[in-house]
């Protein structure tokens, strides 16, 4: 005969208490679709190149939902590429430099165009140029070459030295096609550009990936420190817990965003990798606390006792009976300390203590917004990475709410 009750496990109570809040399930849609930009890099970022640095000055400050053509002038040096992984990851150099134009045309074979915004004559470029990567400098390959341009013309044909040193030979015909299938694009800024003429929703969604890394790391080491020493102070007591305490006591009356910078300075370098450990280095407090005060709880638990008796060392009571048995107080505020992690990094960044340029990080974006509010064309430089800021920290935050009451046994399942 079946039983009239079905035994729920605790791990699916808190799991069905999860799932049933809705705010939660919000805050982790919004952390897994940023883990997927994070992850997903530069195959789904319209800038591709690295740290999102391709930019044009002539449309700085470019409003949300802006499109131009653009003009793209094949560079005459050789370009490193990466690999396909590694270009996920980092990126991968672009061939062209560009120039945003309102018009163009070809004549044989020069490009004459006018550049975006400026009323002015046209500007005119070789289309052997544009196109090929012509060697640049004496290369002697060519005969009547004295002034060294490396292509000769005659009627529809053309030889040129790559930058290889390679000759090629091809049509005018052939280079006007390339020029109009390579050389043109039609480009949408769907959040504008910055003060460099760089894509904003590019450089958003890398941030996106350092802010999730900086808060990673620095949870991790957060983590560390503080349920290592938290432990340590809770389960032995006496002058190691009063001096342990004492140290968390002194680290918890400083501001965290002053510990930082102090950190930052006393390591005398910036960069991101700084950030990490000097962001971890001020957040590890607030777990030690509380793990120790969880520790001097359960301590004193019947079955901590048995494994006394049984002759367990102290480190395998800690680790394998003690600890267990407060996962979710860690995880709650692990989850916060996610949020107080990008918050933050941010404000080092909008500091310059942070991610150094031409990394591009939420908090320098704000920053640099900031040193043009009040100008023309400027809100959209504000208002984009703030928003992005406050969502994912709020996701962040609505999530460990959901996980403290999923952990909460009088919570209604």
Known sequence: MASEFEHISPSSQIRKRLLNHKPAMFGLFVILFAVFIALAGHTIMP????????????????LPVFETKILRFRKRIAT???????SIYSGDETDYTITPIDTFRIVGDTVFFK??????????????????????????????DSLNYNYQIKGD???YVDIQKRIHTTTLFALAEEFQKENIETRTYWLGTDRSGRDILSRLMYGTR???????????????????LGAISGYFGGWIDSVIHWFMTVVWSIPSIMLVIAITIV????????????????????IARIVRGKIKTIKRKSFIEATHAFGMSHWRIIFRHILPNMLGEIVVVTTSNFAAAILIEAGLSFLGLGVQPPTPSWGMMVSEGYSVIGTSNSWHLIVFPS???????????????????????????
Not at 80 to 86: L, M, Q, R, S, V
Not at 387 to 413: E, H, K, M, Q, W
Request: with cysteine; aromatic share 10%; proline share 2%.
């Open 47 to 62: 800038d591709k190149t690295p740290n999102a640095n391709d930019g044009a000055v002539q449309i700085s400050k470019a």
């Open 80 to 86: 490193e590429h990466t690999g396909f992984f590694e």
């Open 115 to 144: 550049v975006y915004g400026r009323e002015q004559k046209e500007l005119s470029y070789s289309l052997i140029y544009a196109t090929k990567p012509v060697y640049a400098g004496a290369s002697g390959l060519l005969s009547d």
């Open 157 to 159: 044909t053309v030889r």
């Open 210 to 228: 350092v802010s999730l890394m900086i808060g990673a790391i620095a949870v991790l080491i957060s983590l560390v420190l503080g349920v290592s």
């Open 267 to 286: 390591l005398q370098s910036k960069g991101i990798w700084v950030a990490f450990v000097a962001v971890g280095l001020t957040m590890w407090v607030e």
């Open 387 to 413: 928003l992005c800021i406050s969502v994912l920290v709020l996701a962040f935050n609505l999530l460990g709410n959901g996980l403290r009451d999923a952990y909460d046994p009088n919570t209604r399942v």
